[in-house]
């Protein structure tokens, strides 16, 4: 006789995962298409709530450069979506090579005693909260920008009409800096995955040829994973296209669209923090909400752009190992 | 006449390690010649310090002489030295993202030869060097990586000529071949020693037999005994190599 | 080349050098006893602390369970194409602006309450919040989770069904628990990531000046206190708002430390 109990019945089945194994699996794929239903019901409600103002404007809201919140009521997106572009390049501008000579430096040449904590420290800029970027950029950057960068900048470039108007430290190239502060640690991540993913034979390659160190970085390594780089940068803007608090705080909120970066403008994400709570018609609030949908596509667009290169990366670095 | 590439006293280390011990020896101008010895016993490690690709590892260090035509080859730089000397490695390494065409003119191009018509030239002399001319020379855009295992290494080996070395040293070019591009490569290795001094590193001693005028015996980082490849064969002095050759431990 | 790479390297760390340096001189100047026991109508945080932490503790309370147990179905039933565009869409919900998220759960909430299935008034609420914060959370540790249970060679899995157990234990008792200390670092990144979320919060649970009300009454949090603070033009309340980005900054920071002790910890048990 056993010493222990046999369990009988439909307990029996379940331990012995007759029962067992197909309840879990049905149970966590419920779970699993629940969560997608809620990208549905996302995607739906937005829908709804935007179709007052998409029915009332249809393609010219992405066109018009208006935002009349009083009768008549015509909104427009345009000088929303330029701010978040301008930002956005500007962004990519100083960002994208400032990560990659990091994603260089860690992956190449950095001691490899100063390899880890250095990655922890540009890890930390990435747990920095948008909002004390924000902070910092208001009582820090702003005022560093105003009295020294941007009138050093405009002395030396102030023919160019990009930077001519009167620079008061909140604009959108504070904006666009700190931006491109807080991408910096999505690109240069992905980079340096890019860069390890090489194999070392091509390095030896480029050695075995007579190339210089700085030669084989380029030659063999930059080169193979340019892919891999290419979409960690376009991961970079689809982060910066849809960053609210630090650039609300520091682009100096006017409704405008003005070829100077050192004059106040908007991006779609800092309009609706601004403007959400304060729309009195529907009206309004649906276009504020049509507003999110659009920035919701173009950051939607950006990262599946995004996914395509790096996953040709992953895809062609099993091919040739 | 004196000897392309004579090592005296060669050792090398990886970390606290020795790999090989106090080798002197001499490779013959215009001959190939070839180096056996079992796994480890630090066949490559001896041609790796020939074009100074030992020390690209971290912690490894080499002493003792090496001279190419009488200069030390560790006193010139070491950019210099690997022109001058090229090499092909076990797996065929080409860069993937560059057409057949950019991989062999990218050691030219890094020479700075910028010329279209030299660099045409170049590599269709290289391609037919390395007897590829005739399978790629329609699709010389292609990548590099879109060849055949064979094909590859024969690129790479068109690549290291390209820059035209006097010395080529090939570490187990064949080991992750096929019999038939195994067959072709040897070919093309016993046509090189017109033009160039060739040093390969096999573990296949029917290899070294089929391609090499001198032979080189290696165990456990000591050289054991050179000789002409017919006279080591046939007749070895040491018994270390007669057991080697004749299968007792491999 | 080395320096200009070394030199990209110092000019990123400077911002943060600064920020964390600001943060800390300007913020200490705020650290007082009365600073965590007053409400931010008076100028101090303790309800924006408490509010942060009934707002991320309701959040992970939903979060983590459907996200781990998305991750489950990702890693071990989604290998095929089914799996595949499942895996896709949650990457896709894990790339929503966080601001679009929080329109959701205003338009949701609005939505329900105009069709009558709840009250109106829970539009601005705790619980609309924890809604944005859950949507933001859940794809998040979902996929965190799938990669750390991807991390559990398919030998021990193996192994487990070689000894005749069925194949949910084998998930649950073995393949989860060698992968906990990637599951709890994804789940730690997770709630340190919505406990410095403010876009969603400005319409959902807005703030508040008072200590905790209730799941339908608007809440107070942190990030929002800072950004109220920061943007008023009473300077008293600029500096408060130092100090409550040096508590938030030293909260993310004891996320962060945490999560790599846990991962110390279970490795030392292994």
């Not at chain 2, 010139?76 to 065409?101: C, D």
């Amino acid at each position: 006789m056993l010493p222990f109990r046999k369990s009988r019945g439909v307990g029996r089945l379940i331990t012995a995962g007759a029962l067992g194994d197909p309840l879990f699996q049905w149970f966590s794929t419920v779970v699993a298409f629940g969560v997608i239903g809620l990208l549905v019901v996302i995607t739906v409600i937005l829908s709804l709530a935007a179709s007052e103002s998409i029915r009332a404007f249809g393609l010219g809201f992405l066109t018009g450069a208006v935002w009349n919140p009083v009768p008549p009521l015509v909104f427009g997106s345009l000088p929303f979506v330029y701010g978040t572009l301008v930002t956005s390049a500007l962004a990519l501008l100083f960002g994208v090579p400032i990560s990659i000579g990091i994603a260089i430096f860690l992956s190449e040449l950095s001691p490899p005693w100063l390899r880890i904590p250095l990655t922890y420290v540009v890890e930390l800029l990435a747990a920095v909260p948008s909002v004390v970027y924000g902070l910092w950029g208001i009582f820090v950057l702003g005022p560093v920008m105003r009295a020294s960068v941007e009138p050093v900048v405009q002395g030396i470039f102030g023919f160019l009409p990009i930077f001519q108007g009167n620079p008061i430290g909140t604009d959108k190239f504070t904006a666009g800096v700190i931006l491109a502060i807080m991408i910096i640690p999505t690109i240069s991540a992905v980079s340096r995955e890019a860069l390890l993913a090489v194999p070392e034979n091509q390095r030896e390659a480029a050695l075995s040829l007579g190339a210089t160190r700085w030669e084989t970085t380029r030659l063999a390594v930059l080169r193979y994973a340019r892919a891999g780089i290419f979409g960690a940068v376009i991961l970079g803007l689809g982060r910066a296209v849809g960053e609210t608090m630090a650039v609300t705080m520091t682009i100096g909120n006017r409704n405008a669209i003005s070829v100077s970066l050192f004059d106040q403008g908007q991006t779609i994400a800092s309009w609706i923090a601004n403007n959400f709570l304060n729309a009195t018609d529907p009206l309004e609030l649906s276009a504020l909400i049509e507003l999110g949908l659009v920035l919701m596509l173009m950051s939607l667009v950006i990262n599946i752009f995004a996914r395509l290169m790096l996953g040709r990366v992953l895809r062609r670095g099993e091919g040739s190992a | 006449m004196p000897p392309k590439i004579h090592t005296e006293k060669l050792s090398a280390w990886y970390g606290p390690k020795r790999a090989i011990e106090d080798i002197t020896l001499d490779f013959e101008e215009h001959a190939v010649s070839a180096i056996i010895g079992p796994s480890g016993c630090g066949k490559s490690t001896l041609i790796r310090c020939l074009n100074r690709m030992h020390e690209t590892i971290p912690k490894a260090r080499a002493e003792g002489k090496v001279l190419l035509n009488d200069e030390d080859v560790y006193a010139l730089p070491a950019v210099t030295v690997r022109r001058r000397i090229g090499m092909v490695f076990q797996k065929a390494n080409p860069f993937p993202t560059m057409s057949i065409y950019e991989n062999v003119a990218a050691g030219l191009r890094l020479n700075g030869v910028r010329d279209r018509d030299k660099l045409d030239v170049a590599v269709l002399e290289s391609l037919k060097q390395a007897a590829l001319w005739d399978e790629v020379k329609d699709s010389l855009d292609k990548s590099g990586a879109s060849l055949s295992g064979g094909q590859q290494q024969r690129l790479c080996i068109a690549r290291a000529l390209a820059v035209r070395p006097e010395v080529l040293l090939m570490d187990e070019p064949c080991s992750a071949l096929d019999p038939i591009a195994t067959a072709k490569i040897e070919d093309l290795i016993f046509d090189l020693r017109k033009d160039y001094t060739v040093v390969i590193v096999t573990h296949n001693m029917q290899q070294a037999a089929r391609v090499a005028d001198t032979t080189a015996f290696l165990y456990l980082g000591k050289l054991i005994e050179t000789a002409g490849t017919r006279e080591l064969f046939e007749r070895p002095k040491e018994t270390l190599t007669e057991s080697y050759i004749t299968g007792r431990f491999g | 080349m080395n320096l200009g790479a070394f030199f990209c390297v110092v000019i990123a760390l400077i911002p943060l050098g600064s920020l964390l340096f600001e943060a800390t001189v300007r913020g200490i100047r705020s650290i007082s006893p009365g600073f965590f026991a007053l409400t931010t109508a008076n100028g101090g945080i303790g309800n924006a602390i408490q509010g942060t932490l009934i707002l991320i503790g309701l959040t992970a309370a939903i979060a983590l369970p459907v996200g781990i147990l998305t991750g489950i179905y990702l890693a071990e039933y989604g290998k095929n194409r089914v799996g595949a565009a499942i895996r896709f869409f949650v990457d896709v919900m894990t790339q929503i602006p966080s601001i679009v998220v929080g329109i959701f759960a205003f338009s949701l909430l609005l939505e329900l309450g105009a069709i009558g299935i709840v009250s109106s008034r829970l539009v601005f609420s705790t619980t609309t919040g924890v809604i944005a914060l859950s949507t933001i959370m859940i794809p998040f540790v979902a996929r965190t989770s799938e990669e750390a249970l991807r991390l559990v060679p398919i030998s021990t899995r193996e192994s487990a069904l070689a000894l005749g157990i069925p194949r949910y234990r084998a998930i649950l008792r073995v393949v989860l628990p060698s992968a906990s200390s990637a599951v709890i670092t994804g789940a730690l990144l997770g709630i340190a990531r919505v406990g410095g979320e403010t876009a969603p919060l400005l319409m959902t649970c807005l703030g508040s000046g008072y200590w905790f009300e209730g799941l339908d009454q608007p809440c107070e949090s942190l990030p929002h206190t800072i950004y109220v603070f920061a943007l008023g033009p009473d300077s008293a309340l600029n500096q408060a708002a130092w100090g409550a980005s040096l508590i938030l900054v030293l909260m993310m920071l004891g996320i962060a430390i945490a999560s790599r002790v846990v991962i110390r910890l279970r490795a030392g048990t292994r």
